[in-house]
Nanobody, 135 residues
Framework: QLQLVESGGGLTESGGSLRLSCKVSGYTLDYYAIGWFRQAPGKEREGVSC????????YYADSVKDRFKISRDELENTVYLQMNSLKPDDTAVYTC????????????????????????????WGQGTQVTVSS
């Protein structure tokens, strides 16, 4: 059974950096597209950044473009989200999700951007890690 465990959250000041990790176990990371999502109190969950399974196509929400970077480490079975120039608006619970390449990615015309904006595109979810950015 696929398991996702996030780590790396915490408290930082505005302008600071954090690196989140999403450790995949149970199956090889190669098979999976991975997405990072966040939910702030009183707001809906939103897609932050996603990466495809086999060709490393990426998507970033406009609010994090040029500040966040998603990367895959197949040897470590881990996907990272490097977050720089953090703002108080980035405060949220960050959760990673996975979907096997034969599912949502295989739908004709579907893109990693589409997947990142549709929660139902993702089969497995982690528990989340809190990120708090103080002003």
């Amino acid at each position: 059974q696929l398991q996702l465990v996030e780590s790396g959250g915490g408290l930082t000041e505005s302008g600071g950096s954090l690196r989140l990790s999403c450790k995949v176990s149970g199956y090889t990371l190669d098979y999976y597209a991975i997405g990072w999502f966040r939910q702030a109190p009183g707001k809906e969950r939103e897609g932050v950044s996603c990466v495809s399974s086999r060709d490393d196509k990426t998507y970033y929400a406009d609010s994090v473009k040029d500040r966040f970077k998603i990367s895959r480490d197949e040897l470590e079975n881990t996907v990272y989200l490097q977050m720089n120039s953090l703002k108080p608006d980035d405060t949220a619970v960050y959760t990673c999700a996975a979907d096997p390449f034969w599912e949502s990615e295989s739908v004709p015309g579907n893109t990693i951007a589409n997947m990142c904006n549709k929660m139902e595109s993702w089969a497995s979810w982690g528990q989340g890690t809190q990120v708090t950015v103080s002003s």
